[in-house]
């Protein structure tokens, strides 16, 4: 856990007139925004695997885009009414280009689609961040467990730790060895990379490939839900605290939650608001005028990240880690609520 920086404070201020580009660190993520946003341009989109194409983005200027770090994201707003959250897979070195993979997802909310069908090369797309809370942590080794799409940013990931001569490992999971994006790549990884196409192997053996955990070792894991709690509920009871680290796509389900009324009281202003029972913290607050930046709007992505002055908090994001939510330092506005009375915060 990072130091507390007034983040909130800094991405209060930054609007369309703002030039520079600046790395915000919160308690929890790292956030580089270039005037908060920046135009790109489809510079090429290919196929990445079955129904997985990969989009590269260039500055709609040509400049430099905002640095980045293994497991970062960037929000890509495709229309008024679509912005969706891709994870970055590219070298984090290239200043001139972002990619990103996306899935088509038939069941979706309408963005991959968008992406597929109408997004063609040439047209441009305004991209927030990036957004980085799947940070890559100091480890003496690392186990990263990727299904479906979530190799975007193990992806990434596992080429810095190859850099740094960190032992690794990786276990990845598809429908089919044709669906899954990167798989020569890392298959060429010869005793590193467990390649694991579900219509060969069946399900992941996660309880042997889980099976003895070992202190220093750093556990990630993306993938659809199903595999993360799948994961967690082995991890969580015999793994070190603090190994686990994961991203998600979706948010967790949250059991017996309760929505009571509460106050918010802006740290900067003594202003107070009252939340409702039937409405968010974020929505007061751009009620009463008071914008901080969103984008996923239901927990996941991290950006409304506010830090907590006073009071206690209902965490229902599906960003921090139970660790993270027990020191009650920060709170993704969208979705969490308070436990308290009046809760105040650093806005």
Not at 140 to 169: C, D, H, Q, S
Not at 189 to 215: F, S, V
Not at 236 to 259: N, Q, S, Y
Request: proline letters at 5%; one cysteine or more; hydrophobic letters at 40%.
């Amino acid at each position: 856990m990072q130091n507390k920086i007034e983040s909130n404070i800094t991405v209060k201020i930054v609007n369309e007139a703002m030039s520079k580009t600046e790395t915000i660190s919160g308690a929890i993520s790292d956030i580089t925004l270039e005037e908060a946003h920046f135009v790109a341009r489809v510079a090429a989109k290919v196929v990445g695997a079955d129904d997985v194409v990969l989009l590269t983005l260039v500055a709609d200027d040509g400049s430099a885009l905002a640095p980045w770090t293994p497991g970062a994201h960037v929000d890509l707003v495709l229309t008024d009414e679509l912005t969706r959250q891709y994870s970055l897979c590219g070298d984090p070195s290239d200043a001139a280009s972002y990619t990103v993979g996306v899935l088509n997802e038939a069941a979706g909310r309408g963005g991959s689609r968008f992406v597929h069908e109408t997004l063609e090369v040439g047209d441009s797309v305004t991209v927030r961040g990036p957004r980085n809370h799947f940070r890559l942590v100091e480890a003496e080794g690392y186990l990263f467990i990727a299904g479906g799409i979530g190799i975007t940013p193990i992806a990434a990931m596992i080429r810095e730790v190859e850099a740094r001569n960190k032992p690794w490992t990786l276990v990845y999971g598809g429908r089919t060895l044709s669906s899954m994006m990167f798989h020569e790549e890392l298959g060429a990884y010869a005793g590193k990379t467990t390649l694991w196409p579900k219509d060969e192997k069946g399900r992941m053996d996660l309880p042997t490939i889980l099976g003895n955990p070992a202190a220093g070792t750093a556990v990630y894991v993306c993938g659809p839900e199903s595999l993360l709690v799948a994961v967690e509920s082995i991890c969580e009871p015999t793994w070190p605290a603090g190994a686990l680290h994961l991203e998600r796509f979706t948010p967790k389900t949250i059991e017996g939650a309760v929505d009571v009324e509460f106050e918010i009281e802006l740290a900067s202003s003594g202003q107070r608001f009252t939340v409702p029972a039937d409405k968010s913290v974020l929505r007061v607050l751009e009620e009463n005028g008071v914008r901080i930046l969103s984008s996923c709007g239901e927990g996941t992505c991290g950006t409304c990240e506010t830090e907590i002055i006073e009071g206690t908090v209902d965490h229902r994001d599906s960003v921090l880690t139970p660790a993270e939510q027990a020191e009650n330092v920060c709170m993704m506005v969208c979705v969490s609520r308070a436990s308290c009375p009046v809760l105040v915060l650093d806005l």
